[in-house]
């Protein structure tokens, strides 16, 4: 009787590693639309984007010339990466009950078109889109962020 619990106890372990794991990295977003050459860089592998892959903090999103990717994150924001655009999703959490949460991204080189979602809407002292340069807080509900050459970092 002991011999099958302990056996039953490790089955247990090892499956629920697995479950941990995925609760942990939950996805932020998911790309809706890919124009041309997308990847997305997360821990040490580079991913073609395609429409459907879901997208997790410390991403970085990063376009070709000539291309482009809507995502859409979990409360409902739209962000459209244009060309020759590094986008790094540094940190998102979002409670879909309360719409508390926080939103810090950063825009290294290129452009990013934001149409703010739920968490903007309710707490927009919890969003923060950044360049190298410069730091900004959200307080309308559509804007546009370009980054020049003599910015671009990284």
Request: glycine share 10%.
């Amino acid at each position: 009787m002991r011999k099958q619990a302990l056996q039953y106890a490790a089955v247990l372990a090892c499956g629920c590693a697995p479950a941990i794991d995925a609760c942990a990295a939950d996805a932020i977003g998911v790309v809706k639309t890919v124009k041309g050459a997308v990847h997305i860089e997360r821990t040490a592998q580079n991913l073609d984007a395609i429409v459907g892959s879901e997208v997790y903090s410390s991403d970085r999103i990063v376009t070709g010339p000539a291309s482009s990717v809507g995502i859409t994150l979990r409360d409902n924001t739209l962000l459209s990466e244009g060309s020759s655009s590094v986008l790094e999703l540094n940190h998102f959490a979002f409670n879909t009950t309360t719409h508390d949460g926080a939103l810090d991204a950063t825009i290294r080189r290129g452009s990013l078109a934001v149409v703010d979602g739920k968490l903007a809407k309710a707490h927009p002292e919890a969003v923060r889109f950044s360049t190298p340069t410069t730091t900004l807080g959200v307080r309308g509900t559509e804007f546009i962020i370009e980054v020049g050459d003599g910015e671009s970092g990284r």
